[in-house]
């Protein structure tokens, strides 16, 4: 159990005990809760199938030397200084008034999909460009600790278990880089060879190592990592789809009320499908950090896996949910509180949640040297 001296929040993080109707914090000293805890932390370990969803909290608080990660308050204050702004405006005055960038942008392409309105047009264009510079803020300055921390622990499985899958609906960089720094592989859909196109069957491959003897095993720490809304680093050329550091046509689906339907297109079909698939698989545990449970194109898989598969864990990690007032997340507290022990609910940070889960592998030994150096003036 944690140390009561931690640097971390002394009223919490909590937890929702299956059948006890009541939040528990993990400082108790009775212990109930990180029991609880800790039994489906390690139980998800053990899974068939480990499956991560990331949102927009897990990177909220990492920083870069052009900025940090901007929140949807954030993307509208910028989106507003925009030339044309005031001529979108008109067209969605509530969402204006509430702040809604999402809303703006909705009525915007709405628009430009009906009328010839240039201004409109420009002014979306504008504010698109602002969305990925704003979430390419990841660099070499950025502390990616907490998600190098996640990926050691969630990543390390016995080579006999399905890899880990990570799907994320964030734009930015942060699990690639991670990933750098722990000397993870990832398999993201892109092809072995540099300048590989995006190919769905490119999920499908594996990383081996060749004994001398000739023996093929399954590399350890390998990941799949799936964007379900593009990346600030792919970009649409008349092949395909390819990574670059500056796309000239880029490949986001920028907040708007048209997620669910772009969503499944290509590229993004593949992810969704794979996203569905695995939430169907039994012996699933089924991690959700940092995700706001607004998008239905992504809710609703996770809605109809929890009725529908009777071996899922569910595990959901979120700062504020002992104040929500977000249906789904309603539903899963009153699951849980009708003793559905497949469900824990964990009121608090990323950062907390990932320091509390047990870490179950040794260090590898490359990454072990790599933290010696960085730790001194070689």
Known sequence: MPSVTEDLDKAGPWVRVPGEEKWQSLQDSDGRAWSVFESLGLASYRSENLVVLLGLGTSLGLTGSDGKAPTMA??????????????????APTAVEAGDVEALLSACQMQVGLRD??????????AEAVVLQACSFVDDTTDLGTHEAFLRKVGRRATRLARTKVFTTNYDLAIERAAEATRFTLLDGFGPTAGGLFDGGNFDLDVVRRAPDGTLQLAANVIQLYKLHGSVDWDETNDGVR???????????????????????????ESMARFQMTLRQ????????????????????????????????????????????????LTLTRLSDARDERILLFAGTFAEFTTRLPDMAPHDAHEAHDERVRGTSI
């Open 74 to 91: 954030d993307l509208f204050k910028s989106v507003r200084t925009l030339e044309g702004f005031d001529h979108a405006a008109e067209l």
């Open 117 to 126: 309105d240039e201004v409109t047009k420009q002014f979306l264009s504008a």
């Open 243 to 269: 990574r670059d550091t500056t796309p000239g046509n880029p490949v986001l689906i920028y907040p708007s009320s048209m997620k669910y339907q772009q969503s499944y297109r290509p590229p993004y079909l």
């Open 282 to 329: 039994p012996e699933t545990t089924v991690i959700v950090a940092g995700f706001g449970f607004n998008d239905a194109h992504v809710v609703g898989p996770l809605l109809s896996a929890v009725r529908s598969n009777v071996s899922l864990r569910f595990i959901v990690v979120d700062p504020a949910l002992r104040d929500t007032e977000n249906e789904s997340l």
